[in-house]
């Protein structure tokens, strides 16, 4: 499944992830990574002072997107697309008077 796209834009919207970190026993490959975390891993992060094994990895559940101004991508493009609709003479009601 791709990711849904900003209408204004096109850019794809940014999964929704979260960081899990890692106690003992730690991975040392992503395969051992995510058989521990049981969801789709983004990226993995290693120690610093010991790169062999994984301290820390960014998890996706397959289906939840970051969007806080659902369906657009960022505040800019809901903004412009909000007033190219109403250049085009979209209104969502009439005024009475």
């Known amino acids: 499944m791709s990711a849904p796209l900003c209408p204004m834009c096109g850019k794809p919207l940014a999964k929704d992830t979260l960081n899990i970190r890692f106690a003992e026993p730690r991975p040392r490959t992503r395969a051992?990574?995510?058989r521990l975390t049981?969801?789709?891993?983004?990226?993995?992060?290693?120690?610093?002072v010991n790169a062999d094994f994984i301290s820390s990895a960014n998890v996706w559940d397959g289906k939840t997107?970051?969007?806080r101004y659902e369906p657009f991508c960022t505040l800019r493009c809901a903004l412009a697309f909000a007033q190219a609709a109403h250049r085009a003479g979209y209104v969502i009601k009439s005024r009475k008077g």
Do not use: C, F, K, P
Request: proline share 0%; glycine share 0%.
């Open 32 to 34: 051992e990574a995510q």
């Open 38 to 48: 049981n969801q789709h891993i983004t990226s993995v992060h290693r120690y610093h």
């Open 65 to 67: 997107y970051a969007s």
